[in-house]
């Protein structure tokens, strides 16, 4: 596959090195961090190669290297006189491989013969703990070694370091999971975005969800993630479950983020709709209270996916307690009128933190949260019968909490949404993920799948976040209208869940067309034209780990 340097950048497998084009046609280089902007964390601009009076202009760029100018296999490695190549020599190193040049950059420059460290850490600096940052060289960020610019320390075998990029990604492109001819190109792509987006967070290689800014193990991205990662790597898959339960807290609630500074499992933060509403009603700033944050319980989802394609009865023993201790915390901690239906206390758990639901106040009640808690009962039960144990006790919550939500919330023709209490008429299709229960009435079931067929939510790329037939409608506004691949995912989940396959194949099959034919892996599209959305960023994890496996499932059962 070829990289473009803009959507898809020049980086790698564990590195926060991001080397990208800029609108002059040079190059530059930016490290990934928590929170920040790439434009923010910029480590060198302006590079330019040049050899013999003459610029050489990047003529392609790959995964394992980016090529200058001659040659059809990288540089001096093929001995191609001037051709010059970029590669990593290592996580925290770039180098450039190839006969006599120069390299030109914003503040400095550089003969190149053999190999040039363009980039790389300190001589001898393992850690920045104690280090004194000298003149040209990158501030130290928790655990991530300082960067320096410019030729330092001994120069690496320039073709060595070729030939092993090569083999590395090689090594990777092999464990794919097959895919239909149609979808190869975008598949590659997608498994490239999982690679480069594996970083070391706190000691541990953990999937995020872009370098652009997302650089983090998010709770219900690392669900997502797994789902992909477990058809090459399970054990990494497991992994990524891993750190999430090693940072839960006593109270059993499983925190939000777990980033470079430790992890996030509270907030006084609200988005923008809810502060200005709070202000308005409070006459001035409002008083920020402190909320705990985390993300819609989909963990014993994950772990059981993972352990249908790779069983661990290990795993299953080591994880059943964690997450029968998370369940536990969203009634005991998340249900604030004690109904028996847990509720979202801050937008970011839902992790639909700008959906239009959160316009009339920042605690609601969508249909997907208890779909999602019934479900991770029978997930529960499964491991429990798994490891021996008797999953009745699981099965007999999850069925009485289907009936509490049919009872309590379904309409006739529809689940409702409440926030504050107060029933909201936005419609989401957060309101057919019941189905995901695979325990509702065949009646109500089938409605479900009659209103998601039905022109609110049905078109040539279903499903939107926000129907397309309401008002708050928006194809470009993040969560009010955009396609995103986990919804979509989930309601294919649930379709099979509740017996109507044939949508779901159909609902899969729109899915991957639209993502082929979308022109990369966006965080989210806009359902009406099939491209990039808004501001969604590119090179997005879970949309780049949902469509490998449906893609693989489309492989499997055409």
């Given at each position: 596959?070829?990289?473009?340097?803009?959507?898809?950048?020049?980086?790698?497998?564990?590195?926060?090195?991001?080397?990208?084009?800029?609108?002059?046609?040079?190059?530059?280089?930016?490290?990934?961090?928590?929170?920040?902007?790439?434009?923010?964390?910029?480590?060198?601009?302006?590079?330019?190669?040049?050899?013999?009076?003459?610029?050489?202009?990047?003529?392609?760029?790959?995964?394992?290297?980016?090529?200058?100018?001659?040659?059809?296999?990288?540089?001096?490695?093929?001995?191609?006189?001037?051709?010059?190549?970029?590669?990593?020599?290592?996580?925290?190193?770039?180098?450039?491989?190839?006969?006599?040049?120069?390299?030109?950059?914003?503040?400095?420059?550089?003969?190149?013969?053999?190999?040039?460290?363009?980039?790389?850490?300190?001589?001898?600096?393992?850690?920045?703990?104690?280090?004194?940052?000298?003149?040209?060289?990158?501030?130290?960020?928790?655990?991530?070694?300082?960067?320096?610019?410019?030729?330092?320390?001994?120069?690496?075998?320039?073709?060595?370091?070729?030939?092993?990029?090569?083999?590395?990604?090689?090594?990777?492109?092999?464990?794919?999971?097959?895919?239909?001819?149609?979808?190869?190109?975008?598949?590659?792509?997608?498994?490239?975005?999982?690679?480069?987006?594996?970083?070391?967070?706190?000691?541990?290689?953990?999937?995020?969800?872009?370098?652009?800014?997302?650089?983090?193990?998010?709770?219900?991205?690392?669900?997502?993630?797994?789902?992909?990662?477990?058809?090459?790597?399970?054990?990494?898959?497991?992994?990524?479950?891993?750190?999430?339960?090693?940072?839960?807290?006593?109270?059993?609630?499983?925190?939000?983020?777990?980033?470079?500074?430790?992890?996030?499992?509270?907030?006084?933060?609200?988005?923008?709709?809810?502060?200005?509403?709070?202000?308005?009603?409070?006459?001035?700033e409002p008083v920020r209270e402190v909320v705990p944050v985390t993300k819609p319980p989909l963990t014993a989802w994950a772990v059981w996916k993972i352990h249908e394609v790779d069983p661990d009865l290990d795993f299953l023993a080591e994880v059943y307690e964690p997450l029968a201790r998370s369940q536990a915390w969203w009634?005991?901690?998340?249900?604030?009128?004690?109904?028996?239906?847990?509720?979202?206390?801050?937008?970011?758990?839902?992790?639909?933190?700008?959906?239009?639901?959160?316009?009339?106040?920042?605690?609601?009640?969508?249909?997907?949260?208890?779909?999602?808690?019934?479900?991770?009962?029978?997930?529960?039960?499964?491991?429990?019968?798994?490891?021996?144990?008797?999953?009745?006790?699981?099965?007999?919550?999850?069925?009485?909490?289907?009936?509490?939500?049919?009872?309590?919330?379904?309409?006739?023709?529809?689940?409702?949404?409440?926030?504050?209490?107060?029933?909201?008429?936005?419609?989401?299709?957060?309101?057919?993920?019941?189905?995901?229960?695979?325990?509702?009435?065949?009646?109500?079931?089938?409605?479900?799948?009659?209103?998601?067929?039905?022109?609110?939510?049905?078109?040539?790329?279903?499903?939107?976040?926000?129907?397309?037939?309401?008002?708050?409608?928006?194809?470009?506004?993040?969560?009010?209208?955009?396609?995103?691949?986990?919804?979509?995912?989930?309601?294919?989940?649930?379709?099979?869940?509740?017996?109507?396959?044939?949508?779901?194949?159909?609902?899969?099959?729109?899915?991957?067309?639209?993502?082929?034919?979308?022109?990369?892996?966006?965080?989210?599209?806009?359902?009406?034209?099939?491209?990039?959305?808004?501001?969604?960023?590119?090179?997005?994890?879970?949309?780049?780990?949902?469509?490998?496996?449906?893609?693989?499932?489309?492989?499997?059962?055409?």
């Open positions: 596959m070829m990289l473009d340097l803009r959507e898809r950048p020049f980086t790698d497998r564990g590195s926060r090195l991001v080397v990208m084009a800029a609108d002059d046609g040079s190059l530059q280089v930016a490290a990934a961090r928590y929170e920040t902007p790439l434009r923010d964390t910029t480590l060198l601009t302006g590079l330019r190669i040049f050899a013999d009076g003459r610029e050489l202009p990047v003529r392609r760029a790959l995964p394992d290297r980016v090529d200058f100018a001659a040659g059809d296999t990288g540089g001096a490695a093929a001995g191609l006189g001037d051709g010059v190549s970029m590669a990593f020599a290592g996580p925290d190193a770039i180098v450039l491989v190839g006969a006599a040049a120069r390299a030109v950059w914003d503040g400095g420059q550089a003969d190149l013969v053999g190999c040039l460290v363009l980039v790389g850490p300190p001589t001898g600096v393992d850690t920045p703990t104690g280090v004194d940052t000298p003149t040209g060289v990158d501030t130290p960020t928790a655990g991530r070694p300082p960067y320096v610019v410019g030729p330092g320390g001994p120069r690496p075998d320039g073709p060595a370091v070729l030939r092993a990029a090569e083999a590395r990604w090689r090594d990777w492109f092999a464990r794919m999971p097959a895919v239909p001819a149609d979808l190869r190109e975008r598949a590659e792509q997608a498994w490239w975005t999982l690679a480069v987006n594996l970083v070391t967070i706190r000691g541990r290689e953990s999937l995020i969800p872009s370098k652009y800014g997302y650089v983090g193990l998010w709770n219900w991205d690392s669900y997502f993630h797994a789902i992909a990662l477990r058809h090459a790597d399970p054990a990494l898959a497991r992994e990524q479950i891993r750190i999430l339960l090693d940072h839960q807290r006593p109270d059993g609630l499983i925190p939000d983020v777990v980033h470079d500074h430790g992890s996030l499992a509270e907030t006084t933060d609200l988005p923008r709709s809810d502060l200005a509403r709070l202000a308005q009603h409070v006459g001035g009634f005991a901690h998340s249900d604030p009128d004690g109904d028996g239906l847990a509720e979202y206390l801050h937008p970011y758990s839902s992790g639909l933190d700008d959906s239009p639901v959160w316009d009339a106040g920042p605690r609601a009640e969508p249909p997907d949260l208890n779909s999602y808690l019934a479900l991770q009962y029978d997930r529960l039960g499964d491991i429990a019968a798994a490891l021996g144990q008797d999953p009745a006790v699981r099965r007999a919550e999850a069925g009485a909490l289907v009936d509490l939500m049919v009872a309590r919330r379904w309409t006739g023709s529809r689940f409702v949404t409440l926030v504050g209490g107060r029933e909201t008429d936005v419609r989401t299709p957060l309101e057919l993920l019941p189905l995901l229960t695979g325990r509702l009435p065949a009646g109500i079931a089938d409605r479900l799948v009659a209103d998601l067929r039905s022109p609110s939510f049905w078109g040539e790329r279903p499903v939107p976040t926000v129907a397309f037939d309401d008002p708050r409608f928006d194809p470009d506004a993040m969560w009010r209208g955009p396609v995103w691949l986990n919804v979509n995912y989930l309601l294919i989940d649930g379709l099979r869940r509740s017996g109507h396959g044939e949508t779901a194949r159909e609902l899969r099959d729109r899915t991957l067309a639209m993502v082929r034919d979308g022109g990369g892996l966006y965080e989210y599209w806009n359902p009406l034209t099939g491209r990039r959305a808004g501001r969604a960023t590119s090179g997005f994890g879970w949309s780049a780990a949902l469509f490998v496996d449906l893609a693989h499932d489309a492989f499997l059962h055409p």
